[in-house]
């Protein structure tokens, strides 16, 4: 494994695997290359960081948005009413989604189509020579085989 190779795979491995004593091709090259580990231990620093941060955030922040409400109790009355009401319209609208006809193709659609299909099924090659030039078209025993024979006319 190449270091570029092993930088590669640090970003996306996840932290067991940052560990030289870990089992595997990126370990086995951790071992041999200080550069590399250095790098994955820089990683592994970061992430036990943010790990830290994020726990502090997250204990604080849950201290302060919790919001207890008591086993049984029931949620107001508006929105027991909103929701009665927002479940019959919610399926409407999906029956009037699925049931709805589907819109035809543009008429410009529907000729370059035709146009495609009529070229992709044209028995003979579509050749057009250039200014100056003559076209000789040959058929073979093999059907799926034309030669087409480009030549100058003088």
Do not use: F, K
Request: net charge negative; charged share 20%.
């Amino acid at each position: 494994m190449t270091c570029a190779q092993a930088l590669d795979y640090m970003l996306e491995a996840d932290a067991p695997e940052l560990h030289a004593d870990a089992p595997g091709a990126l370990a086995g090259h951790l071992r041999g290359c200080a550069p590399c580990r250095s790098v994955a231990q820089r990683i592994l620093e970061a992430q036990a960081e943010l790990a830290s941060g994020l726990a502090a955030l997250t204990a604080a922040g849950v201290r302060e948005e919790v919001r207890v409400r008591p086993i049984g109790s029931a949620p107001s009355a508006v929105r027991r009413w909103a929701l009665r009401a927002a479940l019959p319209l919610a399926g409407a609208a999906s029956m009037l989604l699925v049931l709805r006809p589907a819109a035809s193709p543009p008429e410009s659609a529907r000729v370059a189509a035709a146009a495609i299909q009529r070229d992709m099924m044209h028995e003979e090659p579509l050749v057009e020579p250039g200014p100056g030039q003559g076209v000789a078209v040959m058929a073979t025993r093999d059907p799926g085989v034309t030669v087409v024979w480009l030549y100058p006319s003088n």
